[in-house]
T-cell receptor, first 110, second 115 residues
Framework: GAVVSQHPSWVICKSGTSVKIECRSL??????MFWYRQFPKQSLMLMAT?????????EQGVEKDKFLINHASLTLSTLTVTSAHPEDSSFYIC??????FGQGTRLTVV | AQSVTQLGSHVSVSEGALVLLRCNYS??????LFWYVQYPNQGLQLLLK??????LVKGINGFEAEFKKSETSFHLTKPSAHMSDAAEYFC?????????????FGTGTRLTIIP
């Protein structure tokens, strides 16, 4: 079946730095991928839709300049959290066909 | 717009007892419905999904769910709970065609199994 791999599974970074999270479809091509964010003990909220070869579509209230999404190939989408701050600490997870989810990335900004 | 309501943020059942997790949805078009399980600090694992056809859907780990259009429900059940079933469960709905869904999730139900 379809497998989505997300990397890294966890990352700690200093406030003000940027962090890149990768989402790969391992055995299929994904023209569209989705990025979600999950705060502790809360549900998943869609952040943006990643479209191969074109700009991402962001949900209302999500800062596109802060959460940069690049979908440069049919198997890879990346989410870069720029100038991260402690309030960006969260669990970020991507999905693709199925929809199948990656393993998620726990981001902690200190 | 679509939405999902999961009744009961916490459910506790005894080992061997019936598990029933409730999910009601709102959708302007025929929905696609999903149940996922999440263990701590892990991603989401698909338990089962309803797209079209048979309204009783069987999933992994002995779970099943029934789509009831008249009740706008998609409750998840398992006849006999195991300790390993303790986790967070999310119901989700999609209105797009199968293959490129973006999902709207319920708030989740934490299932606790009592030995």
């Amino acid at each position: 079946g379809a497998v989505v791999s997300q990397h890294p599974s966890w990352v700690i970074c200093k406030s003000g730095t940027s962090v890149k999270i990768e989402c790969r479809s391992l055995d299929f091509q994904a023209t569209t991928m989705f990025w979600y964010r999950q705060f502790p003990k809360q549900s998943l909220m869609l952040m943006a839709t990643s479209n191969e070869g074109s700009k991402a579509t962001y949900e209302q209230g999500v800062e596109k300049d802060k959460f940069l999404i690049n979908h440069a190939s049919l198997t890879l989408s990346t989410l870069t959290v720029t100038s991260a701050h402690p309030e960006d600490s969260s669990f970020y997870i991507c999905s693709a066909r199925g929809p199948v989810f990656g393993q998620g990335t726990r981001l902690t900004v200190v | 717009a679509q939405s999902v309501t999961q009744l009961g943020s916490h459910v506790s059942v005894s080992e061997g007892a019936l598990v029933l997790l409730r999910c009601n949805y709102s959708s302007s078009v025929p929905p696609y419905l999903f149940w996922y399980v999440q263990y701590p600090n892990q991603g989401l694992q698909l338990l089962l999904k309803y797209t079209t056809g048979a309204t009783l859907v069987k999933g992994i780990n002995g779970f099943e769910a029934e789509f009831k259009k008249s009740e706008t429900s998609f409750h998840l059940t398992k006849p006999s709970a195991h300790m390993s079933d303790a986790a967070e469960y999310f119901c989700a709905v999609s209105e797009t065609n199968f293959g490129n869904e973006k999902l709207t999730f319920g708030t989740g139900t934490r299932l606790t199994i009592i030995p």
